[in-house]
């Protein structure tokens, strides 16, 4: 079974930038999509950011697509949210999750991944 670890969090001033990365082990990540959600207190889990499997494809959410990109090394097995221009409303637990496809579609919903990390907390101060 898969596992994953996500790691990069912390805290940082408004503006700045900061890179999550997801470590995968018991598993390749060159047959999921992965995708990066976020969950502030008091709000529901939101989709951040996908990747295909191929690595070739990317979605995000609206409100991040020009500050936020996500990428994939298969061969370090690895995925990674480089995050730019950051805002206090981005301030969340941010989970990596995983999904078996060869499909290059989006995939939005939580429910469509059954692999999930711990989760790492981001802090944005203004």
């Known amino acids: 079974q898969m596992k994953l670890v996500e790691s990069g969090g912390g805290l940082v001033q408004a503006g700045n930038s900061l890179r999550l990365s997801c470590a995968a082990s018991?598993?390749?990540?060159?047959?999921?999509?992965v995708a990066w959600f976020r969950q502030a207190p008091g709000k529901e889990r939101e989709f951040v950011a996908q990747v295909t499997y191929s690595g070739e494809i990317m979605y995000y959410e609206d409100s991040v697509k020009d500050r936020f990109s996500i990428s994939k090394d298969t061969a370090q097995n690895r995925v990674y949210l480089q995050m730019s221009s950051l805002k206090p409303d981005d301030t969340a637990v941010y989970y990596c999750a995983a999904r078996r496809t060869y499909s290059s579609g989006r995939y939005y919903y939580a429910t469509s991944y059954n692999i999930w990390g711990q989760g790492a907390q981001v802090t944005v101060s203004s």
């Open positions: 018991g598993g390749n990540f060159s047959s999921f999509a």
